[in-house]
């Protein structure tokens, strides 16, 4: 079995004397793992980060075994970020929730797409949260548990949505959820609209929407915790007064 694709790495640890087990998120191939020889040298180690990008070529006798894979670095990567150690701990928690959420060895493009521009938008400090929030609800739509936001769950209406319901994850309008609202979430309006600004508080109410949808549908029936390096990452937010 062999295959080039281009590729994000989502983490990597050492194996053996000098080698690392890598897992990478591919554009056709989806979540792959892999021996990289030489991987914890000290060449290779600043290429092997959360969220570099490379062409890897994989290799493997049979389907079932781990293969072997050699990794040609693309762009900066995580180097670009080294001066924003908000954006770092960012770009750690995508690829620790794209490394829990995506099934291994299953093709999903949109989650590559989507992982491809929060990398780009890691570099706009005062945009890449709320493009983090959308990565994350795009995640649980490639994954079979999109939002839907379209319309009011009660009733049908268009106008005025600003809940969600944390059972069914389709959105509630202002009069429809009133009388709940202390059980509903609340619904950013830039996950409406690109054109919406974002407003105090839109941030960590985005966080805590996906967050929810995540551990409901995915980590949970796993029996895993969100990943402790989303979880830092809300720390960090909250401590710059970015939620």
């Given at each position: 079995?062999?295959?080039?694709?281009?590729?994000?790495v989502l983490s990597?640890?050492?194996?053996?004397?000098?080698?690392?087990?890598?897992?990478?998120?591919?554009?056709?191939?989806?979540?792959?793992?892999?021996?990289?020889?030489?991987?914890?040298?000290?060449?290779?180690?600043?290429?092997?980060?959360?969220?570099?990008?490379?062409?890897?070529?994989?290799?493997?006798?049979?389907?079932?075994?781990?293969?072997?894979?050699?990794?040609?670095?693309?762009?900066?990567?995580?180097?670009?970020?080294?001066?924003?150690?908000?954006?770092?701990?960012?770009?750690?928690?995508?690829?620790?929730?794209?490394?829990?959420?995506?099934?291994?060895?299953?093709?999903?493009?949109?989650?590559?797409?989507?992982?491809?521009?929060?990398?780009?938008?890691?570099?706009?400090?005062e945009i890449w949260?709320?493009?983090?929030?959308?990565?994350?609800?795009?995640?649980?739509q490639d994954l079979?548990?999109?939002?839907?936001?379209?319309?009011?769950?009660?009733?049908?209406?268009?106008?005025?949505?600003?809940?969600?319901?944390?059972?069914?994850?389709?959105?509630?309008?202002?009069?429809?959820?009133?009388?709940?609202?202390?059980?509903?979430?609340?619904?950013?309006?830039?996950?409406?609209?690109?054109?919406?600004?974002?407003?105090?508080?839109?941030?960590?109410?985005?966080?805590?929407?996906?967050?929810?949808?995540?551990?409901?549908?995915?980590?949970?029936?796993?029996?895993?915790?969100?990943?402790?390096?989303?979880?830092?990452?809300?720390?960090?937010?909250?401590?710059?007064?970015?939620?």
């Amino acid at each position: 079995m062999e295959f080039s694709d281009d590729a994000f790495v989502l983490s990597a640890r050492a194996f053996g004397e000098s080698g690392a087990i890598v897992e990478l998120l591919t554009r056709q191939h989806g979540r792959y793992a892999a021996h990289v020889a030489g991987g914890a040298s000290k060449r290779m180690r600043p290429y092997l980060q959360a969220g570099a990008r490379g062409l890897v070529r994989y290799r493997a006798r049979v389907s079932e075994q781990l293969g072997s894979a050699t990794l040609e670095p693309q762009g900066e990567g995580p180097a670009a970020l080294f001066d924003d150690p908000l954006a770092l701990a960012g770009m750690a928690a995508a690829a620790a929730v794209a490394a829990g959420a995506l099934p291994e060895r299953e093709p999903h493009p949109g989650a590559f797409l989507a992982f491809e521009a929060l990398s780009g938008a890691f570099l706009i400090p005062e945009i890449w949260p709320a493009v983090f929030v959308r990565f994350e609800a795009g995640l649980l739509q490639d994954l079979g548990f999109g939002l839907d936001l379209s319309k009011c769950a009660a009733t049908g209406g268009l106008d005025d949505l600003i809940y969600v319901s944390p059972r069914t994850g389709r959105a509630v309008s202002r009069d429809a959820g009133e009388p709940y609202r202390d059980r509903l979430l609340a619904l950013p309006g830039f996950l409406l609209s690109s054109q919406s600004g974002l407003g105090a508080g839109d941030i960590g109410a985005g966080l805590e929407l996906t967050g929810h949808f995540l551990e409901q549908n995915i980590f949970g029936p796993l029996n895993r915790p969100l990943p402790p390096a989303r979880v830092w990452l809300i720390e960090r937010l909250r401590e710059a007064g970015r939620l």
